[in-house]
């Protein structure tokens, strides 16, 4: 599919996007459904982290994305019957070589969410959007595609084996990408990284936020240090953002070598992560 092509797809998705009450973010390619664009907490926390500047998240939408006209991406709210809080639902078309991107919250999950893991969410599906597009442009993935039910499957090139993309975890996407890194490919104006720098990236973007979002009348540091089943002594903001980032990343290998083959780590993501939603706001302002 040619730039003009794709650019007359994406004006069809933002005009019946705009018809059904939603709104799109031109420049970037990005739609925000009207389940998204009418939920204030999930429309809040996604304004701060565009007008926060120099984060991941901002990093893969006006970098990443932009720099691949073939990709269209959409935030949405539904009911998800895998028992996902997120999906990233994704369908790729061979002939016109054009992805779309649905990034889904579940109803359930974004109306008990606090404000911390609706940034956490937000961030860990587009980034793992924007890793399966780089996949996809590199040519190592041969077909996407989302069976409404049954989530999104992955056919890797050269590989027979459909993996769910539940399964298809950072580390394992970041695997294909390092074999066989861009060259001289100008459409990916971006470094690489592996698994590791960018959960650390994530923790710092998630401190950054939490001063946007954090309640001072109902302070979050505050709120774990006092608390009763707090049996680890006081945290720092930045260690509990550095716990947090763990959720959702449990079956990669750093997870295993750092957080899960440690008792006393493990116990504390696992306190931390309860904490994330006990003691965090619910509100965003």
Known sequence: MNANSTNIAFAQLAAQAICDGGEVDYPNKVILHSTVKNNQKV???????????????????????????????????ANITTGEDAETRAVFNPQTQETRYNIVFDTNFVQNASTIEIALTLIHESIHAELIERLVRLGLIVDINYL??????????????????????????????????????????????????????????????????????????????????????????????????????????EFVNNIQSHPLEQTKKNYVENAARAHYTNNCL
């Open 148 to 253: 409404n039910g049954q989530g999104t499957s992955i056919t890797f090139t050269g590989n027979s084996q459909v993996f769910s993309i539940q399964t298809v975890i950072f580390n394992q996407l970041l695997v294909r990408y390092n074999a066989f890194p861009p060259q001289n490919n100008n459409q990916w104006n971006h470094e690489f990284f592996n698994a590791l720098s960018y959960r650390t990236k994530m923790a710092q973007n998630l401190v950054n936020i939490h001063a946007w979002l954090n309640d001072t009348e109902n302070d979050f540091l505050t709120n774990v240090n006092g608390d009763s089943l707090n049996f680890y002594g006081d945290f720092t903001v930045n260690e509990l953002m550095n716990y947090i980032t763990w959720i959702g990343l449990e079956e990669t290998q």
């Open 43 to 77: 429309k809040c926390v996604y304004d701060k982290l565009k007008n926060l500047s120099d984060t991941i998240f901002n990093d893969v939408i006006n970098n990443h994305f932009d720099s691949a006209k073939n990709a269209d991406l959409t935030f949405r709210i």
